[in-house]
């Protein structure tokens, strides 16, 4: 059996793995090499640590929501993710993947967006530690997504608009993967905990500070731990961040919320979990939405962050081992979260997050009397256009 060039396993069960060109195969060597050297150099982690804290504004309140709480009949906790500098947890990865790159020698950095969260955090580093920055942002969601692209060329990023396929974030990160294979000796800061090894596992990590606070939060806050922990699931980082400090208490469920777009049975969708099998994209074997024939199917959601066909091998290998459960929720209950959160609370959330709460609406029953703690993964201000005109008179 060949062995491996990597120091650490690849895959997550039967997921993950190194599905990549092979142009791409000592970047990517390299990369894992610099990330395992870093989390050993203690100067390395005092300078994030140190970022996160003075830059990102870390550590991030734990909110118990008591208005909302009272409305649901149960106790409702957010982790303020959204409070965040650039208004969403996305920094947190960016910084970690950013000084990897200058630890690298790397000056040039790619990166994908989709609701332009990721895109603004990675052009927001490049501009505070001198690097160039390409973002590829599919054409509808830059149309939807219009403060976050002005916001990434303020930064000074190269902003390069995807027309091909659906035109969202998929076919953002078709481009950006292209564009590295063109120039292996540029960093692609992936912003989700997906792609090929060891990128999952990274991203992972650097969002892995949003379960530990959390954990730490609420036991200081409340006392021992919370009945669930819940979180919206694109790509997976923000609820994988979260899951992360919860994975060893059995007694704590996991819940991830995709996007059930016009409905699971009713039109377009990004369930990966209600609709999809396990199949290979971008770099790794995970769940996706694919025909009988492997093709990849359209999605659909009102959120640019969620409208992905597939979901991070992490995430694949928690529902298999039935570690975590994955539910939906539609675009008018995220709707719905979105209106009650920002009436009762005085918090407007991004419609990723807002797809949690949605949901958590929609089935309040089912915790009533319950302690949860809900990722408030971003802000929403990037989607007050898309709500106003979805809402109209019901605002």
Not at 245 to 261: K, T, W
Not at 363 to 369: A, D, I, L, P, Y
Not at 378 to 393: C, F, M, N
């Amino acid at each position: 059996m060949t062995q491996s060039p990597f120091s650490r396993p690849t895959t997550f069960g039967a997921y993950g793995g190194v599905y990549a060109p092979e142009t791409l195969m000592a970047s990517l060597i390299e990369l894992e090499a610099a990330w395992t050297e870093s989390r050993m150099d203690l100067s390395f982690q005092s300078e994030l640590n140190h970022l996160l804290e003075t830059y990102a504004g870390r550590a991030t309140p734990l909110h118990h929501a008591k208005r909302l709480s009272k409305a649901l009949g149960l106790e409702l906790w957010l982790k303020r993710e959204d409070l965040l500098h650039t208004g969403a947890h996305k920094i947190n990865n960016s910084l970690g993947q950013a000084l990897l790159a200058k630890r690298m020698g790397k000056t040039r950095i790619l990166c994908e967006t989709g609701a332009g969260q990721h895109g603004v955090a990675t052009a927001t580093v490049c501009a505070l530690l001198d690097l160039q920055c390409v973002v590829y942002m599919g054409a509808v969601d830059a149309a939807r997504q219009q403060p976050n692209v002005q916001r990434m060329k303020l930064l000074g990023a190269d902003i390069q608009i995807v027309e091909q396929g659906q035109s969202t974030l998929k076919d953002a990160i078709n481009e950006a993967l292209r564009a590295w294979v063109g120039d292996p000796g540029a960093h692609y800061l992936i912003g989700s905990a997906l792609g090929p090894h060891p990128f999952p596992t990274i991203v992972a990590e650097y969002q892995s500070v949003i379960g530990r606070e959390a954990h730490g939060q609420f036991d200081a806050a409340v006392g021992g731990l919370p009945d669930a922990v819940i979180a919206c699931v694109g790509g997976g980082s923000n609820a994988i961040g979260l899951f992360r400090g919860f994975l060893e208490h059995s007694s704590v469920d996991l819940i991830g919320v995709e996007a059930g777009g016009q409905g699971i049975f009713e039109g377009g969708h990004a369930a990966r979990f209600q609709g999809g099998r396990p199949g290979i994209l971008h770099g790794c074997e995970t769940y996706l939405l694919q025909d009988i024939n492997g093709n990849i199917l359209p999605t659909s959601s009102i959120s640019a962050g969620l409208d992905y066909p597939a979901v991070g091998p992490e995430h694949a290998a928690l529902h298999e081992l039935k570690r975590a459960s994955y539910v939906s929720c539609s675009d008018q209950e995220a709707l719905e979260g979105f209106r009650r959160l920002a009436r009762l609370e005085g918090i407007l959330p991004a419609l990723e997050s807002s797809h949690a709460l949605g949901w958590v609406i929609a089935n309040s029953k089912r915790f009533e009397g319950q302690r949860i703690i809900l990722n408030l993964s971003g802000r929403g201000d990037k989607d007050l256009k898309s709500v106003t005109d979805l809402l109209g008179e019901q605002l």
